[in-house]
Each structure stands twice: as structure tokens, then as C-alpha cells.
């Protein structure tokens, strides 16, 4: 409709005029051609009228409620001459006064009425040629559009997934038509940690290719100057908040693996929850946190988790779980969390994601929005240690038992290097950690043992502690005040959390609904000031 | 098992008008009835200082740093000065880091 009506801007409102009285002796009149800024409306009966009557409409006699007859009576217009071609009302021509001052006659009328059917059909075809032309220029200009876009998000993704020693990683990204935000990114430490990203921003083309140039700059900035996920999202969302255009905004996910443990630290910022496939089931790695650039002094929930040999997580993006099947329906949460659980052993987890959504939504699926998968899988099975450098075992819940506990790590570690006081600040870390463990988790049941796990890493040991005490955290290692303790306003117990973290480099709670685990990083070296 | 063999004593005796107990073994919870013992020896013996000598002591665990503790309390509320030997050189920095050497001398 809004075609059609500024082409009949461009067509009516030609209107003869008298020349300037002042300006004689002048040899002939001039014609000039007036813009009638003229809207008819839908509903004007003219248009009804002129469907009906194709013939030259006089304004003076015509009889018709009209709003846009009544506009051109006021500009002077005299005779209406509809363009008709094969039915459709393509243009009217408008006519002044005579130059004459007489009235039109029937000759005039007839010319007028052969010169409309000459010049409909020929108008239409103009009219054609000139839309499409538009059309072509509009197209042209999204084709380049997006291929801005492509370009800029093909620059920036990774060209290759991290090669980790007993890890299989995969990305698989495929842009929706139009070119959704989706990105991820893939970030190496030193100490030999990798960073994990997966995020989207909202909107789709250009303007979201431009966000997501800042937002992975961003992130990986910040990401130089601090480890944790955390404070990174924090840092970018700081940033970021002052740089993106109005409601725009980018969820993102950011996770560290230390690959050599397993250990994940992870935050999300407002992205779709990630899975992790475990030997007891499917969980979501939850944290809390609202989507980059949204609002200022955002904090970002920290979490952790410890994948096994066998065990995997997935980071994805909407353009999976908002994927529709022919008749309508959506791929879900659900639909994934279960696919996950069942999945048959031996397919890769990408293909095997990739083929259920293919049959989900049909072989001619226009696919509807960007589709990102970035897994991680521990290689090895269950139960076995997955690579040379873990060892596992379990020491039965029993009051003396966190000398085992504590004797076997040091048989384990014995040969990595460990000055003899940091060797004896460990075993004291694993002593006391295997204690909470079977005591505040296990509640010394002899049916639950307490499960430690070393790893060698390139210039650490990591030793993790579980029990299966879920739920709520334990108390926290905050420094026993031992004035109070000596005063007797304070038990003289608590000093279990305040030893571990005094006695190793770095200490981690991880708590899920079934274990309690704690960690432990003893650098093998001595560190600066020992 | 060890906690089957991991015995512990400790043995109270005079040395001057102090009291040197002598610490063997594992000092963890099951430690708490010898601790007791011992400190009614000092103050039977009308003790006016006390030694705790750890030579023998392999093992100590959070919660014998709380009987150690405990016993330091029931020492300083008599103003009786604490003194402790024979720490190794770990369990020295864990006297430091909890702060007991703060409140007892280690020789």
C-alpha cells in the first residue's frame, strides 16, 4: 500500500497555472507541475468509484463523498483522469483550468480518455521496471549486509578447537540465513588452563557481528589479567554496559578447564545452562548472573565442578533448543537434557546432536537462528583413571582413617618433587580434609567411603576429597579467633578449614545435591618468599 | 588399621617446679582423656610452669591442636606459663600459623 500511494504522490497534483501577472508581454503560458501532497485514504469511495467508472471524472460534477475529491477541488483541479491497467488503478492524472479558460469539451474528454489506456499499460510496466530495480538495489544491499557479517564472525571464531591430552573437544557452528550473534572462543593460559566461551548476542546481522567484536575483546582483556570467570564477566559487563547500543545485550557462558584435573570453574552470564553428562545422570551447570550490557555493577556467581573420565559438558546456544519441528513444535530443554542421558555409546556427540535435530525438524528446515555446539569430553571410562596422570582411591569412613588417607597421597606424590615442608603441609591438607569428609559428609556410615582423586599436573598436585554429604555448604574456613578460644568463649575446636587452606596454595569447595568435595593445588615448586 | 595402633600417652613429670609432659604419639580426638589426665597431674604436683615435649609426636590433627588448646586455656586461667619442645619443623609452622606461639613459648 505504501508503494502505491507514493507513486500516486508522484502522479497527481500536475497543475496548470496562469503566468505572474507582472511578468508580460510573455508568448505563451507556462505549465508548472505542483507537488499535491495528497493521501487518499483506503476507504475513500474515489478509489471505489474510479474501479467502476474508468472514464475522466469532472470534480465540479462529480457526485461522491470524497476527501480527496474536496483536496483537489480546493487545488484547482478540474478533471481526474484515471490510469487503470488490467483492473488495478496504477495512477490518476490530475488536470488544472484550461489555459483557455474554457471549459473541456468532449474532445477533450476523448483525448484524455485514449491517452489513459495508451499510457496505463506503459506507466504500469515503468512502475515495474523502477520497483524492481528497487527491489534489486534492497536485495543487493542485504546480500552485502550479510556477507559483512559472515565475514566478521568467520574472522573472529576459532580456527581450531583445543588439542588437550585425554580431552576430545568439538565446535560446530552453522550461521542461520540471516546471521544470528552466535559466537564462542577458546582461550590458552600459561599454566596450561583453558578458557571456554559461548555466547549470543542479540540481534542479527551487522549490528550484532559489531557487538560481538567488542564483546570477545572484551572477554579475552579481561580474561588476561584475571582467571576467574567470574571477575571476568564482571570486568566485560563493565565495559561493555557503556559501549552497546540500546537493547542489545550478549548472554555468554565462560567456563576454565584445567585439563589435567578436570577441574571446571565456570560463571554464566544470562546464556542458556550447559549440561554435563555424569555417571549419575544429566545435570545443568547453574550459576547466576544477568546477560552482559544490560545494567551497570553486575556480579557474576562462581562455580565448580570436576569432570570424570567418561564425562562431558555441552555449551550450545538458543538456535538449538528454539528449533522447530514442521508441525510447530520446539526442540526444548527437555528434549536435550534426555537426548543427552540416552545418547547410544560410540557416536560422536556433536553428530549425534546434529542428526536429532535434523530429524527433528525435517530435511527442508529453514533454519531459524544461529546453531553453536561446543562440547568437552573426558576420555577413559568410568571408574579408571583416565589418563597417567590421576590416581584414585576411597578410604572407608572410620575415625584414625585420614592417615591412610593421608599416608597414600604421599606414596603417590612422592616422586614429583615436593620439598619435604610442602610434602608435610599436604599430607596435613589431605589428613584434615579427609576428616571433615567422612566426620561432617559421611557421618563415619561405613557404607560411604571418601573418595580422593590426584592429579599431576605440569607444576602442581591436585588432590580432590568428596564424600557424599549434598546439599546446603559447610562452614566456612573464616581465621578461628583464638583470644576467645583461650578466654573459653569460643569451643576450642574449628581449626580443620582454617588448617587445609593455610597448609596448600589453593583450596576449592564444590558442593552438588549428592557430593561435598574439596580441592586441593600444592605447587611443586617453592613459591617466591618460602 | 592405624587408628587401632595409633596409641597415645602422655606421661607428667617434675623437673624443678615444672611440669614436663611427655607427649607420645598421635594427638587426635582419642588423645582427650590422656590430656586431661595429665593436667590433673601438674596441678597435683603444684606445678608452677609447664613443658609440653612433642618429640615423640608423630601426628597431630585439628583436633589435637584443639586439646592443645584446651590445655593451654586451663593453664593460662591458673597463670601457669606454657613451653613447648621438640616440635618438628612442620608442626612448628603450624603453632605460628594458628598463633599458638603466641601464647606458649617454643623452644
Redesign the interface.
Known amino acids: 500500500m505504501t508503494t502505491l500511494k507514493s507513486l500516486w504522490r508522484n502522479f497527481i497534483g500536475k497543475k496548470q497555472v496562469e503566468p505572474a501577472e507582472t511578468a508580460a508581454p510573455s508568448p505563451a503560458p507556462i505549465t508548472q507541475i505542483v507537488a499535491l501532497d495528497l493521501d487518499i485514504a483506503p476507504h475513500d469511495p474515489l478509489l471505489t468509484y474510479v474501479q467502476h467508472s474508468p472514464g475522466v471524472i469532472n470534480t465540479e460534477q462529480i457526485k461522491l463523498d470524497s476527501p480527496a475529491i474536496t483536496a483537489m477541488r480546493q487545488a484547482d483541479i478540474k478533471l481526474v483522469v484515471p490510469l487503470v491497467s488490467q483492473g488495478e488503478l496504477i495512477g490518476l492524472v490530475n488536470l488544472g483550468t484550461r489555459l483557455s479558460e474554457q471549459e473541456y469539451s468532449s474532445d477533450d474528454y476523448k483525448l484524455l480518455s485514449d491517452l489513459a489506456t495508451q499510457a496505463a499499460p506503459a506507466l504500469r510496466v515503468a512502475q515495474l521496471v523502477k520497483q524492481q530495480q528497487l527491489e534489486a538495489a534492497e536485495r543487493e544491499r542485504m546480500a552485502q549486509e550479510l556477507k559483512i557479517a559472515r565475514l566478521i564472525q568467520q574472522t573472529l571464531l576459532p580456527q581450531a578447537v583445543p588439542a588437550l591430552e585425554g580431552w576430545s573437544v568439538t565446535a560446530y557452528y552453522q550461521p542461520a540465513r540471516a546471521v544470528g550473534g552466535d559466537f564462542y572462543d577458546f582461550l590458552y593460559f600459561p599454566d596450561g588452563r583453558v578458557g571456554f566461551i559461548v555466547a549470543d548476542v542479540t540481534d542479527k546481522g551487522v549490528p550484532a557481528a559489531m557487538v560481538m567484536a567488542t564483546t570477545r575483546t572484551l572477554l579475552r582483556a579481561a580474561a588476561e589479567r584475571l582467571i576467574a570467570p567470574g571477575a571476568v564477566l564482571a570486568r566485560t559487563n563493565e565495559v561493555l554496559v557503556q559501549e552497546i547500543p540500546p537493547n542489545m545485550f550478549v548472554t555468554c557462558f565462560y567456563a576454565v578447564l584445567n585439563p589435567a584435573s578436570g577441574h571446571l570453574v565456570y560463571a554464566n552470564a544470562g546464556h542458556d545452562v550447559p549440561y554435563r553428562y555424569t555417571h549419575d545422570g544429566v545435570v545443568e551447570l547453574r550459576a547466576t548472573g544477568m546477560p552482559l550490557g544490560l545494567m551497570p555493577d553486575m556480579g557474576y556467581e562462581e562455580k565448580e565442578a570436576t569432570l570424570d573420565a567418561g564425562e562431558y559438558v555441552l555449551l550450545y546456544s538458543d538456535g538449538l533448543v528454539e528449533a522447530h519441528s514442521p508441525e510447530r513444535e520446539m526442540f526444548g530443554f527437555p528434549r536435550l537434557q534426555h537426548l543427552l542421558a540416552d545418547r547410544p555409546d560410540g557416536d560422536s556427540l556433536k553428530d549425534f546432536l546434529l542428526g536429532q535435530l535434523t530429524e527433528f525438524t525435517g530435511a527442508g528446515w529453514e533454519q531459524e537462528d544461529d546453531v553453536t555446539l561446543v562440547t568437552l569430553m573426558r576420555n577413559g571410562h568410568s571408574g579408571q583413571p583416565g589418563a597417567d596422570n590421576l590416581v584414585e582411591f576411597e578410604i572407608p569412613s572410620a575415625p584414625g582413617n585420614e592417615r591412610l588417607a593421608m599416608q597414600r597421597a604421599a606414596e603417590i606424590v612422592q616422586d614429583m618433587g615436593l620439598s619435604e615442608r610442602r610434602l608435610d603441609r599436604l599430607k596435613t591438607a589431605v589428613a584434615e580434609a579427609t576428616m571433615n569428609a567422612m566426620e561432617h559428609g559421611n557421618k563415619y556410615q561405613p557404607d560411604k567411603p571418601v573418595r580422593l582423586r590426584v592429579f599431576r599436573e605440569e607444576t602442581a598436585v591436585r588432590v580432590t576429597i568428596s564424600d557424599e554429604g549434598g546439599g546446603p555448604p559447610g562452614p566456612t574456613a573464616a581465621a578461628p579467633d583464638l583470644e576467645a578460644k583461650l578466654a573459653g568463649e569460643q569451643s576450642p575446636r574449628g581449626w580443620g578449614l582454617f588448617l587445609i587452606k593455610n597448609m596448600v596454595d589453593e583450596m576449592h569447595v564444590h558442593q552438588d545435591d549428592h557430593h561435598h568435595t574439596i580441592e586441593l593445588v600444592m605447587q611443586l615448586t617453592d613459591q617466591p618468599g618460602e | 588399621?592405624?587408628?587401632?595402633t595409633?596409641a597415645f600417652s602422655a606421661e607428667t613429670s617434675m623437673d624443678g617446679e615444672t611440669a614436663v609432659i611427655d607427649l607420645r604419639g598421635?594427638i587426635?580426638?582419642?588423645a582427650a582423656a590422656a590430656f586431661d589426665a595429665a593436667y590433673s597431674e601438674v596441678a597435683r604436683f603444684g606445678a608452677q610452669s609447664i613443658l609440653l615435649n612433642f618429640a615423640e609426636v608423630d601426628?597431630i590433627?585439628?583436633?589435637g591442636?584443639?586439646?592443645i588448646?584446651?590445655l593451654?586455656?586451663r593453664a593460662?586461667?591458673a597463670h601457669l606459663p606454657i613451653a613447648a619442645a621438640g616440635l618438628?619443623?612442620?608442626y612448628r609452622?603450624?603453632f605460628t600459623?594458628?598463633?599458638?606461639s603466641?601464647?606458649m613459648e617454643i623452644q
Open positions: 588399621m592405624a587408628e587401632k595409633a598421635e587426635n580426638s582419642q601426628y590433627n585439628s583436633t591442636i584443639a586439646l588448646v584446651g593451654l586455656a593460662r586461667a618438628s619443623d612442620h609452622e603450624i600459623i594458628t598463633r599458638l603466641d601464647f
